[in-house]
């Protein structure tokens, strides 16, 4: 079965700041795994995605995801914050023909 | 281009009501999904359609909930005798094909379900 975890349901950073959201899969298989963003009233934007092909992955708005095999994890970063970057950030894992969410974390970016 | 639409954006109804909410794919997109998301929570997988048929419905809570896609595009989400518990923001999402495991899902902007 497939599920991820996402640590820290509430994250707050300073304008500027690195950003650093939290996601560790369990998977008994070779996961795919995303990272979407929800802005309010609006539905889900892909970020990201993992697929194999390589274990850095760069996503829109500057942000960017590693793939660690040995930690099971699949951590969200940007360099430096912005205030646009405030939104609800879920974590995915594909299992068969769905997607297995995480609870989310909400970024708060302080000016 | 378009992307996934839903309608309504908001629907408030009474217990025991019935309820449809409808879903339109991104064009040529034969997967279609439906996810349910509560408060506080990330979204939780309702039923899978393929093309018309509903290739995986292991999602669906009870037999209250039904869901179609009679034409392979457009689906309805069909609740029977609603319950307070009902209550969530109802996501829809397309995809190009459903077999490829790490092709993406463009959702849709929900239906926010109230049940008085």
């Known amino acids: 079965a497939q599920s991820v975890t996402q640590l820290g349901s509430h994250v707050s950073v300073s304008e500027g700041a690195l950003v650093l959201l939290r996601c560790n899969y369990s998977?008994?298989?070779?996961?795919?795994l995303f990272w979407y963003v929800q802005y309010p009233n609006q539905g889900l934007q892909l970020l990201l995605k993992y697929t194999s092909a390589a274990t850095l992955v760069k996503g829109i708005n500057g942000f960017e995801a590693e793939f660690k095999k040995s930690e099971t994890s699949f951590h969200l970063t940007k360099p430096s914050a912005h205030m646009s970057d405030a939104a609800e950030y879920f974590c995915a894992v594909r299992g068969g023909n769905q997607f297995y969410f995480g609870t989310g974390t909400s970024l708060t970016v302080i000016p | 281009g378009a992307g996934v639409s839903q309608t309504p954006s908001n629907k408030v109804t009474e217990k025991g009501k019935y309820v449809e909410l409808r879903c339109d794919p991104i064009s040529g997109h034969t997967a279609l999904y439906w996810y349910r998301q509560s408060l506080g929570q990330g979204p939780e997988f309702l039923i899978y359609f393929q093309g018309t048929g509903a290739a995986d419905d292991s999602g669906l809570p009870n037999d209250r909930f039904f869901a179609v896609r009679p034409e392979g595009s457009v689906s309805t989400l069909k609740i029977q005798r609603t319950e307070r518990g009902d209550s969530a923001v109802y996501l829809c999402?397309?995809?190009?094909?459903?077999?490829?495991?790490?092709?993406?899902?463009?959702f849709g902007p929900g239906t926010r379900l109230t049940v008085l």
């Open positions: 998977s008994s298989v070779p996961p795919y």
């Open positions: 999402a397309s995809s190009p094909r459903g077999g490829a495991a790490y092709n993406e899902q463009f």
